[in-house]
């Protein structure tokens, strides 16, 4: 059995794929990442800027036969599609970037939900605080949580994991179930939200979607720029490195258990952000939210919208969400269709629609353009080779 | 807050020891059926298959339609034991045919054209989820959510009685059924020619191959052992549990039979008997000491991960390829 590293391709594989890789994406992806990597840095910044404003907008313009009015509220329909985007993101951490394969997320999710509502909702017999004080909180439970669970966990190798993660996530559901104080299927009514009213009328409410967008998407936005920064650092590279070989990354020096352990917590502090939104958004929780298939829907969205690539998962989470909005006609033909796309995905387009093409992150962008103007760097020293593989034995 | 939500109740697991032994047993042998599919596909190509569980419950699906069209009801019927043997043989072999059908459909569909493209692990998973998720919604379209209709083989009869507590028809047809089948999967793993292709290709596949190994033959080949085991299982799990054929079927027995096969060291035949019967003690004693049987799968995960700490690669360890002649 060779190494069991199991969520990358192995060894010499590698090389060839990631030769492979510029064949397999379509020519639209390729001349649109050429053409933004040729932009200068403010033109980038400007775009993104645009986009932004774009995004912020979507409700507000409500575009024509993208709306999914009038069976499903837009404002709504796009909170949740940003709540998806912002699991996607998290989940994306541990599995796009350290490369575990995370079945329970949706416990970080289940917990940061029960969080916010436990210190919120009249119906908790615990002590009180304002909505907004719960987001950190039910980050920092569901940190404790994550950590708790990997520390015996994560030193498992893929399969293992995947399979005690999703016992993690069962576990949590029927806790939810079992313990009175988390009410089962009664649940919380009445979660809080974010102070604030107009004309008397919170500004926050469960029919209104569009604040609650807002605040999704400023926290998705939030969320990118500090992961970029983060995905750039050290601990960037370590979880790359064990990505794509844990034994060899072990063998250089990274301290993988702890590495492993940092992709969990950041990945379980999302998953509590995101469960925190949504019960301050819906205003009411209970158990049956949290099953093993609605966790498959966020791996799902990691892996349509391109492992490893933090603006391609969140639009993977926001498709996710969006389809069975847009196509209400589809009931529980969803799953069906979710799981038909993951096949087909799978066998014709494995990294997603945006896959990230592997690349060192050491460079920055600067150097990286240098490099590309220079044409391929020579053998000699000091200039690392852009990409290693690619020039077979000459390197 | 209250504390009484939870309350460890060891005497009634004193006072009902055998009996919940027994139907322990007999739990896990199921288990431990549906497990081999999950090991041996596991030894041979390296992947979870997320879809063995709906391949066990489309082998249930057929038992049951088989067993109303012959008239079988929510009550016992009155046949003579010939007959009832002959209809359950029957409704046995179409069940192993349809599951083991599907399985090999499965693999067609999902994990051989990646194979073709020498796919990463993640892709094959993933496909393996899709694939699972295609027939339980296919289920759940054709038939609704709720559970089919109850079908009753033979009312269970008392045969013997051990330490006080009584085994009936029932458990001991399951029991025997199953461990002689698993017994014959592991005799046809280490002795024939097919378990030698099977063991060739779960060591090294590029090697087997090398060596004249027909490598599709013999996936296809372990497939289809893998649906056969879980049509058996069906059979067996439609006269324990007669109303519990649905499209949530497969995925609840399938995640414990799964535990079990990780448990007992996946990859491993006899892991997965050993993880089989470990898992459906475990669950009962757990639901038993704890008093409810929603306690059942968290008492089964908690062992899982307390075990996995200890002997990260199950209780047996070893993997197919490694095991000896």
């Known amino acids: 059995m060779s190494a069991h590293s199991p969520l990358s391709s192995v060894g010499a594989k590698q090389a060839e794929a990631y030769g492979k890789l510029g064949h397999q994406r379509p020519n639209w992806y390729l001349r649109m990442k050429s053409w933004w990597n040729d932009r200068s840095r403010w033109q980038q910044w400007l775009i993104l800027l645009i986009v932004v404003v774009l995004a912020y907008l979507l409700p507000v313009i409500n575009p024509p036969l993208i709306t999914t009015e009038p069976s499903n509220d837009f404002a709504i329909s796009c909170f949740n599609m940003a709540l998806y985007g912002l699991v996607a993101l998290g989940l994306n951490v541990v599995v796009g970037q350290a490369g575990l394969l995370d079945l329970g997320y949706i416990g970080f999710f289940a917990v940061g939900a029960y969080t916010a509502s436990l210190w919120t909702s009249p119906d908790s017999p615990l002590v009180h605080i304002p909505y907004l004080w719960t987001l950190p909180l039910a980050m920092i439970v569901t940190v404790v949580f994550g950590i708790a669970l990997g520390i015996p966990t994560l030193r498992l190798r893929g399969d293992y994991l995947a399979i005690v993660t999703l016992g993690f996530g069962e576990i949590i559901r029927l806790l939810a179930t ?66 794509e070989d844990e034994d060899a990354a072990e063998i250089m020096g990274v301290p993988t258990f702890r590495f492993k352990l940092a992709a969990f917590g950041t990945g379980a502090a999302l998953g509590g952000l995101s469960g925190a939104l949504l019960a301050g958004q819906v205003g009411f929780v209970n158990n049956q939210k949290f099953d093993v298939p609605t966790s498959i829907l966020f791996l799902a969205a990691v892996i349509l919208g391109g492992q490893g690539n933090k603006l391609g998962v969140v639009i993977g989470g926001a498709i996710v969400a969006y389809v069975p909005l847009r196509f209400t006609a ?7 269709i979710f799981g038909i796309v993951l096949v087909l995905l799978m066998i014709f387009r494995s990294q997603g629609l945006f896959g990230k093409k ?26 690392p080779p852009k990409t290693a593989p690619r020039r077979g034995g000459a390197a | 807050m209250s504390s009484d939500w939870i309350s460890f109740d060891f005497g009634a697991l004193i006072d009902s020891f055998w009996a919940t032994t027994f139907d322990g047993l ?3 042998a199921i288990y431990a059926l549906v497990a081999l599919g999950y090991t041996l596909v596991y030894g041979v190509l390296n992947l979870i298959n997320f879809a063995h ?9 057929a038992v049951v339609f088989f067993l109303s069209a012959l008239g079988f009801g929510p009550s016992a019927p009155t046949l003579p034991i010939g007959m009832l043997i002959l209809d359950l043989v029957l409704a046995g072999i179409i069940a192993m045919v349809v599951s083991g059908g599907t399985a090999v459909l499965v693999e067609r569909i999902a994990y051989k054209p990646l194979r073709n493209r020498g796919a990463s692990r993640l892709a094959f998973l993933i496909s393996a989820i899709g694939m699972s998720f295609v027939l339980q919604y296919i289920f759940y379209e054709w038939r609704g959510a709720t559970a089919e209709p109850a079908v009753t083989m033979f009312r269970p009869k008392p045969i013997f009685e051990v330490f006080g507590s009584i085994i009936d028809s029932q458990q001991l047809t399951i029991f025997i059924a199953a461990v002689v089948m698993m017994v014959c999967v592991d005799q046809i793993v280490q002795r024939t020619k097919l378990g030698r292709g099977i063991r060739a290709v779960a060591q090294d596949p590029d090697t087997a ?47 414990k039979a799964f535990t079990a096969a990780v448990l007992g060291g996946i990859g491993n035949v006899r892991g997965a008997l050993l993880g089989g019967l ?21 008492v089964i995960f908690i062992v899982l991960i307390l075990v996995l700490m200890i002997r990260p690669n199950g209780i047996l360890g070893s993997n197919l390829g490694e095991a000896r002649v």
């Open chain 2, 278 to 298: 470990l898992v459906g003690l475990i669950g009962n004693y757990g639901a038993t000491i704890l008093g409810d049987s929603q306690w059942t799968d968290v």
């Open chain 2, 209 to 255: 191959t090398l060596m004249g190994v027909n490598k599709e033959r013999i996936i296809v080949a372990t497939f289809a052992i893998g649906g056969f085991l879980a049509g058996a299982a069906a059979l067996f799990y439609v006269m324990r549990v007669p109303s519990g054929v649905f499209y949530m079927g497969g995925f609840i027995l399938g995640i």
């Open chain 2, 26 to 28: 007999t739990l896990g």
């Open chain 1, 358 to 383: 592997p690349k060192l992150l050491t460079y920055t962008a600067r150097i990286r353009r240098k490099v590309k103007k220079e044409g391929p760097p020579g053998d000699d020293e000091g200039t």
């Open chain 2, 53 to 61: 569980s709906e391949v066990f419950i489309a082998g249930a699906f």
């Open chain 1, 178 to 243: 079992i313990v009175p104080v988390l009410k089962g299927n009664t649940g919380f009514q009445n979660v809080g939200r974010p102070p604030g009213e107009i004309d008397g009328a919170p500004i926050f409410s469960a029919s209104n979607g569009l604040p609650w967008y807002w605040f999704t998407v400023t926290f998705i936005v939030i969320v990118m720029i500090l992961l970029g920064n983060l995905e750039r650092s050290r601990v960037g590279r370590a979880w790359f490195a064990i990505r």
């Open chain 1, 330 to 336: 589809l009931g529980g033909w969803k799953f069906l």
